[in-house]
C-alpha cells in the first residue's frame, strides 16, 4: 500500500504541475485573433492597418503607452465625446488630431477591448507579419488562430490523466479491501485480452476519428486563405491602401446591387491611360518574387488594346475583359446581397474581406459559411434610432421593439430581432 500511495502522490503532482503550466493560457490578456476580427470591423475605416502611419487617425502603435490611466483609455474608446466634454486633458489632446469626430462603440466590453489592444501590439511589433519566405511569420499567424485548440488539448490531457489516476486508485483500494477479507483475486489478465480495454481504447478512437472526420468535411468546400493567381498582378495595398481609393470606386455596384461585380477595363483606364509606369514601393509576389509593376500595366494596355504612344487613337469599344480568377464564391442556393449589407447595415468591406487595404494579391479572409453569417446577424446591431437623421426609417415599422427600448426592456436591436436568423432570408 505504501507503493501505490507513493504512485498515486506522484500522479498527483504531475496532474497540479500540468495545472499550474496551463494556467497561463487562460490568464492571457485579451485574444489576438479575436482582437483583429474586431479591429478590422470597427477600427480599420479610420486607423491604418500597419499601426505605424497616421490615416484619418492616429497611428495606434504604442497607444497603450500614451495613455497613463489605462481606464481613461477604456472610457476613450467607448464615448471619446463625454471624456473630451469631462476635461481630461488627454482626451482634449487627442481630440485635436483630427477634425474627425471619432465614432463611439459603447457596446465593448473590457474583455473586447483587451484584445483589440492586443491584436495593435502584436501587429506594431512585427510580430503578425510573414516573412519574404512565408515561414516563421506565418507559422506565429497560424499559432495564434490555433491558441484555443492547444487549450482544449490540454484540458482534455488534463481530464484524461485525473481519470486515469482515479481509475488506477479505485482499482487498488477494490484490491486492498478483497486482500482484507481474505477474498482470492481473479488472474490479471494482458491489457490486449481484457475486454474493458479493448472497449474504451475502440470508443476514444471512434469519438477522435469521428471528430476529425466531421471537423474535415465541415470544412469541405471553405476557401479560408485561397490566392489563386490572377491574369494581372493588382495590388489592392497599393490602390486601396497607398492611394486611398475608395473601394465603390472600382466595386461600385455594391453600393446599388446584389453582385459587387468586377469593374471594367475601361474602369482600369480612367486613371491607367495617364499612369503609364508605377513607381510606388516595390512589389513582391506570394513567393517573393520581385514584379515589374509596369509590365502588369502594360499587360493591361494589352487587353485594352491600347497604344501608349498614339492614346488619342484608343477605341474603348474594342478593349476584352481581363479573365479574373474569382475568389469569394458562395454556393448557388444562398442569397446575399452587397447593397443591403454596405448601404443599408453599414457594413464595411474589411469585416467580410479583411485588411483589404494590406493585400497585394487578395486572399480569401472569411470562411463564409452558414455558421459565420449567422453569428454575424447574432452580434451585430442596426441603425435603430428612427428619430435621428442617419437613422433608418423603415425600422420604424418594428412599434413592440420600439416602445421596449423606450420601457428599457431592451437597450438595442439586433439583425437576428428582425428575421436575420430565418431560412428565406437567406435560401432561394
Known amino acids: 500500500m505504501n507503493n501505490n500511495k507513493c504512485l498515486f502522490n506522484q500522479l498527483t503532482s ?39 502611419s497616421n490615416s484619418t487617425g492616429p497611428a495606434l502603435a504604442g497607444v497603450q503607452d500614451r495613455w497613463e490611466d489605462r481606464g481613461k483609455l477604456f472610457e476613450w474608446i467607448r464615448n471619446n465625446q463625454k471624456l473630451i466634454a469631462s476635461g481630461y486633458p488627454k482626451a482634449v489632446e487627442a481630440s485635436k488630431f483630427s477634425p474627425t469626430v471619432m465614432t463611439t462603440f459603447p457596446d465593448l466590453t473590457d474583455d473586447q477591448i483587451e484584445s483589440i489592444l492586443a491584436y495593435v501590439d502584436a501587429k506594431a511589433s512585427g510580430k503578425l507579419d510573414t516573412p519574404k519566405d512565408g515561414g516563421a511569420g506565418a507559422a506565429a499567424g497560424s499559432g495564434v488562430s490555433t491558441q484555443n485548440d492547444l487549450m482544449y488539448g490540454v484540458v482534455s490531457l488534463i481530464l484524461a490523466l485525473v481519470a486515469l489516476v482515479l481509475i488506477y486508485v479505485n482499482y487498488n483500494l477494490q484490491k486492498a479491501a478483497r486482500e482484507a477479507e481474505g477474498v482470492k483475486s481473479a488472474p490479471s489478465l494482458p491489457i490486449y485480452r481484457n475486454k474493458t480495454y479493448i472497449a474504451i481504447v475502440a470508443i476514444v478512437l471512434f469519438i477522435i476519428g469521428g471528430y476529425y472526420i466531421t471537423k474535415a468535411m465541415i470544412n469541405v468546400n471553405r476557401q479560408i486563405d485561397y490566392q489563386p493567381k490572377q491574369p494581372i498582378f493588382y495590388s489592392h495595398k497599393v490602390h486601396a491602401g497607398i492611394n486611398q481609393i475608395n473601394c465603390l470606386y472600382c466595386h461600385g455596384n455594391a453600393w ?16 491607367h491611360k495617364t499612369i503609364q509606369k508605377y513607381t510606388g514601393p516595390e512589389l513582391k509576389d506570394r513567393h517573393g518574387n520581385v514584379v515589374d509593376g509596369t509590365r502588369e500595366i502594360q499587360k493591361l494596355y494589352e487587353y485594352a488594346g491600347f497604344d501608349p504612344n498614339n492614346p488619342n487613337d484608343w477605341d474603348p469599344s474594342k478593349a476584352k475583359p481581363i479573365p479574373w480568377v474569382k475568389i469569394h464564391n458562395l454556393p448557388d442556393h444562398v442569397y446575399f446581397n452587397h447593397s443591403q449589407h454596405v448601404r443599408v447595415g453599414n457594413v464595411q468591406c474589411q469585416t467580410c474581406h479583411g485588411e483589404i487595404t494590406a493585400m497585394d494579391e487578395v486572399a480569401q ?64
Open 256 to 271: 446599388e446591387s446584389k453582385t459587387a461585380a468586377i469593374p471594367s477595363v475601361n474602369v482600369c483606364m480612367n486613371c
Open 365 to 428: 479572409f472569411s470562411e463564409l459559411s452558414m455558421g459565420w453569417c449567422v453569428n454575424c446577424h447574432r452580434e451585430t446591431k442596426v441603425n435603430f434610432n428612427v428619430d435621428s437623421a442617419t437613422g433608418n426609417q423603415f425600422y420604424s415599422i418594428y412599434e413592440r421593439f420600439h416602445n421596449d427600448i423606450k420601457a428599457g426592456k431592451m437597450d438595442s436591436v439586433t439583425v437576428k430581432d428582425i428575421g436575420g436568423l430565418e431560412c428565406q432570408k437567406c435560401h432561394y
Open 14 to 52: 504531475l496532474v497540479i504541475a500540468l495545472l499550474v503550466s496551463v494556467a497561463p493560457v487562460f490568464g492571457q490578456g485579451g485574444d489576438i485573433q479575436e482582437g483583429k476580427t474586431l479591429y478590422i470591423s470597427k477600427c480599420q475605416s479610420c486607423h491604418s492597418g500597419d499601426m505605424k
